[in-house]
T-cell receptor, first 114, second 117 residues
Framework: KAGVTQTPRYLIKTRGQQVTLSCSPI?????VSWYQQTPGQGLQFLFE???????NKGNFPGRFSGRQFSNSRSEMNVSTLELGDSALYLC?????????????FGPGTRLLVL | AQKVTQAQTEISVVEKEDVTLDCVYE???????LFWYKQPPSGELVFLIR??????QNEISGRYSWNFQKSTSSFNFTITASQVVDSAVYFC??????????????FGQGTELSVKP
């Protein structure tokens, strides 16, 4: 099975712009979660989508948003970029099971905001 | 509140040494899940193991072993006979049951392991 894929892998933007990142989950996985990784804050949960619905949201401003399509692919959008948004954005997919689930991560998108 | 603490920021060992990475967690959930992930320089988080709160059996997979102790809220990871390829940042993570913010992983700050030849 192919793993989680994320596009683009690298991105350079300037302050004030907006950006859209894409994530394709492992085939059959319906849950997609997004995380932000920075040297200062570490790995932080952004949000999770399951069956096209946002199920859980982390403590991030409204500039961070996402959506999920019927094929489980997900996008996240960051509007009005700030320098502090420079980070590695990781997407993970999982099978939702009663006995617990494991999140499998993609290679990430490295965003640099200038 | 849920919290994961990895007190060791960096560890440096020489090849073939054994090394243990510590992880201490806090949660009020009676059902929870613990994970270890490896992050090589490429950035991708690689899943290593998941342990359910109701299963305290230790696990061994090749050179890797995990010691889960609910009494001390710890989930430590040992690499036996370390190799240069083990050099990476290792993260311990915690999640609750799906009905209670499931799908959200709480990560520790990570331990950077450097294995020198």
């Amino acid at each position: 099975k192919a793993g989680v894929t994320q596009t683009p892998r690298y991105l350079i933007k300037t302050r004030g712009q907006q950006v859209t990142l894409s994530c394709s989950p492992i085939s059959g996985h319906r849950s997609v979660s997004w995380y932000q990784q920075t040297p200062g804050q570490g790995l932080q949960f952004l949000f999770e989508y399951f069956s096209e619905t946002q199920r859980n949201k982390g403590n991030f401003p409204g500039r961070f948003s996402g959506r999920q399509f019927s094929n489980s692919r997900s996008e996240m959008n960051v509007s009005t970029l700030e320098l502090g948004d420079s980070a590695l954005y990781l997407c993970a997919s999982s099978l939702v099971l009663r006995g617990g689930e494991t999140q499998y991560f993609g290679p990430g998108t490295r965003l640099l905001v200038l | 509140a849920q919290k994961v603490t990895q007190a060791q920021t960096e560890i440096s060992v020489v090849e073939k040494e054994d090394v243990t990475l510590d992880c201490v967690y806090e949660t009020r959930d009676t059902t929870y899940y613990l994970f270890w992930y490896k992050q090589p320089p490429s950035g991708e988080l690689v899943f290593l193991i998941r342990r359910n709160s109701f299963d305290e059996q230790n696990e061994i997979s090749g050179r890797y072993s995990w010691n889960f102790q609910k009494s001390t809220s710890s989930f430590n990871f040992t690499i036996t006979a370390s190799q240069v390829v083990d050099s990476a940042v290792y993260f311990c993570a915690l999640s609750g049951p799906r009905g209670n913010q499931g799908g959200k992983l709480i990560f520790g700050q990570g331990t950077e392991l450097s294995v020198k030849p």
